[in-house]
């Protein structure tokens, strides 16, 4: 079965159509890569997968079912921007979010079910390389330790679908190039679905096993909000050397 399926999906905002006639469907584990002109509607699409937005028409399934009102915890996104609390130190950033799934009147967790969840965070911390980072604050952090955190929030709810929106646009090269290697380690090793938006060409192959290229179709000089954009390109980069990955 297909992890998600978009039939025909159209989205507007008020008189400007920013997608249409779109169709995509992924398989559970697949990476997929997204590129396309700034302003094309990337963001907004991530946003529909995630479940915050809905399609303006057409059909959007998550397992085959209507997505679900609300978005959930088998949905993570990590945007460009950190989304760290300041206040905690990186082992309870980790920690919070599993205490709001499990205990969403307190927020907090005791006894077993707390020993379980600092346990489960661990793992993740080892898994994006912070173990040594555990007890430190955000402010301590440098950028590309800041959005290995930001990661492992996402991961510890275990989700079948992670959402990157350019998550490594703000980082320097050499950094970005680390967290090109974590990312894919810890995709072989957990094996969740990728949707990932990029401006950089060259990662949006390395990284994807399928790149996506959208773009609008036809273009009104004098309207430039009369067409949406769609998928124009669905490019298998599965085959590369060095890759290490099975789907
Ligand atoms: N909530 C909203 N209300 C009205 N218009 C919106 C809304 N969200 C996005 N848009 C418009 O939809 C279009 C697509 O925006 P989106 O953020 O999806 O583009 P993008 O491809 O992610 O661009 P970038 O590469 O610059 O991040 C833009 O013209 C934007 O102004
Ligand atoms: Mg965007």
């Known amino acids: 079965m297909n992890l998600v399926k978009a039939k025909n999906i159209w989205k507007t905002y008020g008189d400007s159509i920013i997608l249409e006639n779109l169709n995509f469907s992924m398989k559970e584990g697949e990476f997929c890569t997204l590129v396309g002109p700034s302003g094309c509607g990337k963001t907004t699409f991530l946003r529909m ?32 921007r950190y989304s760290t609390l300041n206040h905690l130190n990186v082992i309870d950033n980790v920690i919070i979010g599993l205490e709001f799934e499990k205990s969403k009147f307190f927020g907090k967790l005791f006894g077993e079910q707390k020993k379980k969840a ?38 510890v709810k275990k989700p079948k679908l992670l959402l990157l929106d350019e998550p490594f ?41 399928r790149v996506l290229v959208f ?33």
């Open 169 to 209: 646009g703000a980082l320097d090269p050499g950094i970005s190039l680390d967290m090109h290697e974590l990312l894919l380690d810890i995709h072989s090793k957990l094996n969740f679905a990728v949707v990932m938006v990029t401006h950089d060409i060259s990662e949006a192959f390395k990284l994807g096993t």
């Open 49 to 80: 997968l995630l479940g915050v937005e809905e399609p303006s028409k057409g059909e959007l399934l998550f397992e085959g079912e209507d997505y679900p009102k609300e978005p959930s915890d088998e949905r993570g996104i990590v945007f460009q």
């Open 215 to 247: 773009d609008k179709v036809k273009v009104d000089e004098k309207y430039p909000n009369r067409y949406g954009s769609t998928i124009v390109n669905d490019i298998d980069s599965s085959n590369k050397r060095g890759r290490n990955i099975s789907l």
């Open 118 to 155: 600092v346990e489960t965070a661990d793992e993740i911390l080892k898994a994006v390389g912070l173990q040594d980072a555990r007890n430190k604050f955000p402010h301590e952090l440098s950028g590309g330790m800041k959005q290995r955190l930001s990661i492992a929030q996402s991961l």
